[in-house]
Every structure is written in structure tokens, then in C-alpha cells.
């Protein structure tokens, strides 16, 4: 089976062809700010964006006649629970006029299915931010004017807690229960139970472990005084919590590899940080351990940081007394989007409907 896959970012869409699950082509596009300087929002690079995967394929010499399906990045819809889902019209109307949050994974379905509806072949979307398998009372929060939102790396979890589930216990995902931590530019610790993520930290504002990035929980009393001083715009806060906090905050930087380079020649206040977001992750597993009752099958790490050997130990050092710590570094997003739409296309799962 042959399939596209296509996963739009904010300066690049990255594309690849897959034959069943091996890639016979790969590319990433990138966009220059002044390329995207005449689109006002991220909707409007629509046509900008296919015709550039159009000819990506048409100078490697790609028929979209070879292609079984075209599988896109899942964007920012309303939570539902995790799987493929064939692109519909009340998919593409909710990414259209429902969006909250503007971002470029919101252009994958309309991409995938734009190319995809001239061949007459499926498209799909894969286990998108949203998903939202977590149990009532995990969604309660200390005040009833809010409840706890889920915002995580599901494509990357729920695809490596799959390949942990055949490649080391020879079962399927479903029938297991992980602790799985994403460590990247955002930080998620997801309990699995038995195919769900039954409760995970919003990743995205304000909730979990800091990141290269992002604030995580901070103390709420500051935090309401800050925005009431007078000094600070929302605009600025929102910055603080997202995009300009965590290790960027603390050190100017948003570069793990800087931080943990900084540590190893002697810099002990890039030291000092870097081991606090590393505690806070493995106070955040043992966390999520406790919503399985303790009955965890393996700790899964995974993320861009988990290439870093050096936090990865101070992490397993303080959670190996839980379960054993598997690592897979890296997000491989265009395999995990790939393997989603095959497991459609050879009759392992039906395609789920979004409505």
C-alpha cells in the first residue's frame, strides 16, 4: 500500500511517501516568512501549500495514480478519541469555522483530502492533539469554573506505546498499561490503560513538567498577582506560559542541547535547571503511575530530549523502582501517520467517523 502523508508546520510542510510501512520518499518544504507574509492566517496558505506538494511529487516523478491513500497531520477539532479518521465534510467545516487556536497542522485534512479527491482514493487524518480518552474524574478540576483540558503528543505516544506493546511484550497496545512521557518543545506524561490514555497534563498551557519552552504548573498566587500588577500585558503572559518560559526563560535559550552542552562544561545554573525539569518529569510519572494503580507494564520515553542519554538517566534513576524504562528518542510523526492510515487500508481497524 502506497500512501502520501503529509504534516504541515508553521515554516515547512514535511511530506513523504510510504509503501507500506517503508518511506520511498521524502521531502521538506520550506517556507520562507516572506512566502507566507502575503496570508493573513494559516487557512489561506491552503492552495499555497498543495501546489508545492504537487510539484515536490511531479519532479520526483510521483503519480498520485500510484497512491492508495493520503493520510494528513490531525489539527486542533474537537476532542475525540484516538484513531484514523476518514476526512469528511463536517471534519473540514469544524477545522474551517470552530478553530480557537490558529495552527498549521489545521491545514493536513484539507490538504490530504484536496489531493487525495483528485485520484478518488481515502483520506485520513491520525490520533490528532485533541484526543480525549481520559476518565470523568480525571477531568475535575479544584474550581468548577474549569475543567482540565487534554492537549497532548497523542500521535507520537500512542505510536511508540504500540511499538513497545509488539516490539517488547509481543501483545497488542490494548492489552497493556504504560506510563509514556514526551519530551520535546512540549512536555506529556499520558497514562495508558489497556489502549486509552485515560488522563494526561495539558501540554500546551499550563499543566505538567516545564519544558525547553513552556512554564508547565506554576504557583497560582504569583501568578494571579503578576497579571493584576498592571505591568504586563495578557499578550506578554500568554508568552511567559508559552513560547518564552521554561529553560528559555531561565536561560535564554530554547535549545535542550545548549542547556545539557552549558551543563557538561561546568555551567551549574544550566545544570541546576536542566536536572529540575528532569525531576519534575519523573515526578510527573510517578504521578501518572498512581492513575494505574501502580500496575504499569513499562515507563515509555520518547521526544527529541530523549536523545539525551544524560537526562534520561537522571529520569530512570528516579522512576526504575515503577516498572522498567524503555526509551525511543525521537518523534517519527510521518511513520506514525503512515502506519495510522495502513492499519485502515489492510482491515486491521475501520476507519473512524468524525461527527
Not at 510501512?21 to 507566507?36: A, S
Not at 488522563?199 to 499550563?206: F, S
Given at each position: 500500500?502506497?500512501q ?8 515547512s ?7 507500506d ?16 507574509s ?18 515536490a511529487l ?8 500510484e ?7 490531525g ?5 475525540v ?14 477545522l ?19 489531493i487525495?479527491?483528485e ?23 479544584g474550581?468548577p ?6 492537549i ?10 504500540r ?26 506524561i ?20 516545564f519544558?525547553?519552552e ?10 494571579v ?9 495578557e ?10 518560559g521554561?529553560?528559555s ?12 552542552d552549558?551543563?557538561k562544561?561546568?555551567d551549574?545554573?544550566?545544570r ?12 510527573a510519572i510517578?504521578e ?14 520518547t ?8 537526562l ?14 524503555i ?10 501517520l ?18
Open positions: 500500500m502506497k502520501l502523508i503529509i504534516n504541515p508546520g508553521s515554516t510542510t514535511k511530506i513523504a511517501v510510504f509503501d510501512e517503508n518511506m520511498i520518499f521524502e521531502k521538506t518544504i520550506r517556507h520562507t516568512n516572506e512566502e507566507l502575503p496570508f493573513n492566517r494559516v487557512s489561506d496558505q491552503f492552495q499555497f501549500r498543495k501546489d508545492m506538494i504537487i510539484e511531479r519532479e520526483n516523478k510521483i503519480s498520485l495514480n497512491l492508495d491513500a493520503v493520510v494528513g497531520r489539527g486542533l477539532i474537537k476532542p478519541e484516538g484513531g484514523t479518521y476518514a476526512v469528511n465534510d463536517k471534519l473540514i467545516e469544524d474551517k469555522t470552530n478553530v480557537k487556536v490558529e495552527h498549521a497542522s489545521n491545514l493536513g485534512a484539507p490538504l490530504a483530502r484536496s487525495a479527491g485520484v478518488n482514493i481515502p483520506s485520513f487524518i491520525v490520533d490528532p492533539v485533541v484526543v480525549d480518552e481520559m476518565e470523568d474524574v480525571a477531568r475535575i478540576s474550581h469554573d474549569f475543567e482540565r483540558i487534554c497532548w503528543h497523542a500521535l507520537n505516544q500512542r505510536a511508540v506505546a511499538r513497545a506493546a509488539i516490539e517488547k511484550f509481543g501483545k497488542k497496545y490494548e492489552e497493556l498499561n504504560f506510563v509514556v512521557a514526551h519530551l520535546g518543545g512540549g512536555i506529556s499520558g497514562a495508558h490503560k489497556k489502549g486509552k490514555a485515560i488522563d494526561v497534563n495539558n501540554a500546551l498551557n499550563g499543566e505538567g513538567p519544558s525547553p513552556r512554564s508547565g504548573s506554576l504557583p497560582l498566587g504569583q501568578l498577582k503578576m497579571c493584576f500588577s498592571g505591568k504586563y500585558s499578550s506578554h503572559i500568554n508568552k511567559m506560559i508559552v513560547g518564552k521554561g529553560i526563560a531561565h536561560l535564554g535559550t530554547n535549545s535542550a542541547k545548549e542547556v545539557s552549558r551543563a562544561a561546568g551549574e545554573k544550566a541546576l535547571i536542566y536536572s529540575a525539569m528532569a525531576y519534575q518529569i519523573a515526578k510517578g501518572y503511575a498512581v492513575v494505574l494503580d501502580g500496575d504499569v507494564d513499562a515507563i515509555l520515553i521526544g527529541g530530549i530523549a536523545y539525551d542519554n544524560e534520561v538517566q537522571m529520569i530512570e534513576d528516579k522512576v526504575k523502582f515503577i516498572a522498567k524504562v526509551v525511543y528518542p525521537g518523534e517519527d510523526e510521518l511513520l506514525a503512515a502506519q495510522g492510515g495502513l492499519r485502515v487500508l489492510n482491515g486491521i481497524e475501520e476507519p473512524k467517523r468524525y461527527i
